[in-house]
């Protein structure tokens, strides 16, 4: 029960799409002033009244991306080897979190910590150190992953 990483195939592509996002991030930020948090976008997307059309635009890209590299080259094989239950469990408490903190991985991580705010360092912090103690426990205390 686990998601298996093969750390030799790293490439060159992965290094372009780092780039690319941020690259993506700098335009957003000095285009129209605003933190390209998916969570914060995604969510937004589901309030109709305060839909924008560089949310919509943003999120369909981060959707046919996939769909263009697969024109250059074969997707990587991805194995899930766990419970949907725990996964559905999983994706809730990360939005759960994403709501308590005001913010997800790449608003905090990225845009956040790249504009040095403390708020975005704290947060950064917190989740990378909750998520090595979940990996932990559910690994090497209840051998859940």
Not at 33 to 51: D, M
């Amino acid at each position: 029960m686990s998601i298996q990483i093969d750390w030799q195939a790293f490439t060159p592509i992965s290094l372009v799409g780092g780039l690319m996002l941020g690259v993506a991030t700098v335009i957003l930020l000095l285009g129209i002033g605003r933190i390209a948090g998916i969570s914060g976008i995604f969510s937004s997307l589901l309030k109709p009244k305060r839909v924008e059309m560089w949310q919509v635009l943003f999120i369909v890209g981060l959707v046919i991306s996939p769909l263009l590299y697969k024109l250059a080259r074969p997707l990587p094989d991805v194995e899930v080897s766990t419970s949907l239950p725990l996964l559905i469990g999983a994706g809730l408490l990360v939005g759960f979190g994403t709501r308590l903190g005001s913010g997800c991985t790449s608003g905090h991580g990225i845009c956040g910590n790249a504009r040095l705010s403390p708020r975005s360092m704290a947060a950064t912090v917190t989740f990378m150190f909750f998520g090595i103690v979940t990996v932990y426990i559910g690994r090497h205390v209840l051998g859940l992953l």
